[in-house]
């Protein structure tokens, strides 16, 4: 008789107390990779809580691992990887869901998230996200929520759109709607970022770690996300394309996030 696959391995989960889960996956909802560097600032240095089975998980061919040559020889070799770790944010203690969205087995991965939520006495589900919008980048970026329940979000953000929304859906609100069919609490923050930046957009993961600290009640800590988020701002961060009438060069459109600006979104 062959044994069952499992696709969820729980590796260290003690001393948990009525965590709180932050989720966010790369690619379908993750406009500027905000969300996904908001979660990892969380999750920074964070022990392995539980582990997938990624073979199971991805088409390599389509997210190949990264294969680093130092001086013509191949030396190391990353592959892609859902992972949970563990975190805190002032006295509370915090799961971090985060990887690339997978390519196969949703249903089955839905199941483990819900058992792996379950298990771990996990008392609110938290999705960050970030989507393409026509918003400028010369104002603070809006922040659209969803939630399970009337009066879950915080921060002053509130559910929308109105009406009904079709939208092809993405994994993570997969897990979200799941995980709050199965009786947890669960929220979503997603940042609308200008449809025209083609990079990594700072401001972004700035406001949703703002609010995912306004949610918490205790700020994410700002030393370490100022840092991390200027440092990584350089060479990630692309112009947009240019319009067909450029403006003057005093007035050109000029990536805001320096790290004073990074510093000062964070007060």
Do not use: C
Request: proline letters at 9%; charged letters at 20%; a positive charge.
């Amino acid at each position: 008789m062959l044994r069952a696959m499992v696709l969820m391995q729980i590796e260290n989960a003690d001393g948990l107390v009525a965590p709180v889960l932050i989720a966010t996956l790369d690619g379908w909802v993750d406009a500027g990779s905000a969300a996904t560097r908001a979660a990892a600032l969380v999750a920074a240095n964070g022990t392995r809580v539980a582990t997938f089975d990624d073979d199971r998980l991805y088409d390599y061919r389509a997210r190949r691992p990264t294969l680093e040559i130092v001086d013509g020889r191949p030396a190391t070799l990353t592959w892609p990887e859902l992972v949970v770790r563990r975190s805190r944010i002032g006295e509370r203690d915090v799961l971090v869901l985060t990887g690339p969205e997978p390519d196969f087995h949703w249903r089955e991965l839905t199941r483990a998230a819900v058992e792996l939520a379950h298990r771990l006495d996990v008392a609110e589900w938290i999705s960050l996200g970030a989507i393409p919008a026509a918003v400028p980048h010369t104002r603070g970026v809006p922040i659209m929520g969803t939630e399970s329940a009337p009066g879950l979000l915080r921060a002053d953000v509130t559910p929308g759109p109105d009406g009904v929304l079709r939208v092809p859906a993405a994994a993570i609100s997969i897990l979200d709607h799941a995980v709050a069919r199965s009786g947890i609490p669960a929220v979503g923050y997603f940042a609308q970022v200008p449809h025209y930046v083609t990079g990594a957009y700072v401001p972004a993961a700035v406001e949703l770690l703002r609010v995912l600290g306004r949610h918490l009640g205790h700020d994410v800590p700002r030393a370490r996300s100022e840092r991390s988020l200027a440092r990584s701002s350089p060479g990630s961060m692309q112009r947009p394309l240019p319009t067909r009438e450029p403006a003057p060069t005093s007035n050109a459109w000029r990536p805001p996030w320096t790290r004073h600006a990074v510093r000062q979104a964070m007060t």
